[in-house]
């Protein structure tokens, strides 16, 4: 399996559930991302990780709480979400940090529907 | 506060030219990113600019004004499959990635 890898693709889940997405990339990149789509707005930028090491949280509820145990794998772990939480949750990967100008690879992305 | 512009759609011919526009107001400058998403796909990358002036790539170039906070990107002999949205997205002095709402790009034949 080649590039950025995201599973689920499609996730339905309640607001008491507890479920976790799942990125990997095998790329050999340094940094991981976490981003939300939500339609017709700009992505939003969650989570960045740099060498396993966490490097951004842009007011991210606490709901939504990131982990990455390897350069290469990066996790999302998801409890009592939102309805409107619901949107596409985007992974992606860069060989240096994408604000010094490396382009970013992303995956395929997990849709979420909270009910 | 930081802001980036870019026209919500655009229609345009196969064959033809078209050019997206993208405007930034931001806490200082350190680059601009374009990239192509097709409709339940991920983004790709498509260009980088951080200097002034254009950026040409096949059939696609980018150019960018630094003084005027804009940059545009042009697709010459449009196909069927430039049918995507063209995200942007700039890097603030503390080199953070803030992106644009996207402009949605439909390719009549």
């Known amino acids: 399996e080649t590039g950025v890898t995201q599973t689920p693709r499609h996730l339905v889940m309640g607001m008491t559930n507890k479920k976790s997405l799942k990125c990997e990339q095998h790329l050999g990149h340094n940094a991981m991302y976490w981003y939300k789509q939500s339609a017709k707005k700009p992505l939003e930028l969650m989570f960045v990780?740099?060498?396993?090491?966490?490097?951004e949280n842009n007011s991210v509820p606490s709901r939504f709480s990131p982990e990455c145990p390897n350069s290469s794998h990066l996790f999302l772990h998801l409890h009592t979400l939102q309805p409107e939480d619901s949107a596409l949750y985007l992974c992606?990967?860069?060989?240096?940090?994408?604000?010094?100008?490396?382009?970013?690879?992303f995956g395929p992305g997990t849709r979420l529907t909270v009910t | 506060g930081q802001n980036i512009d870019q026209p919500t759609e655009m229609t345009a011919t196969e064959g033809a030219i078209v050019q997206i526009n993208c405007t930034y107001q931001t806490s200082g400058f350190n680059g601009l990113f374009w990239y192509q998403q097709h409709a339940g796909e991920a983004p790709t990358f498509l260009s980088y600019n951080v200097l002034d002036g254009l950026e040409e790539k096949g059939r696609f170039s980018s150019f960018l004004s630094r003084s005027k906070g804009y940059s545009y990107l042009l697709l010459k002999e449009l196909q069927m499959k430039d049918s995507a949205s063209y995200l942007c997205?700039?890097?603030?002095?503390?080199?953070?990635?803030?992106w644009g709402a996207g402009t949605k790009l439909i390719i009549k034949p």
């Open positions: 992606a990967s860069s060989p240096g940090l994408a604000g010094e100008g490396y382009e970013q690879y």
């Open positions: 997205a700039v890097t603030d002095s503390n080199y953070q990635l803030i």
């Open positions: 990780y740099n060498f396993k090491e966490q490097t």
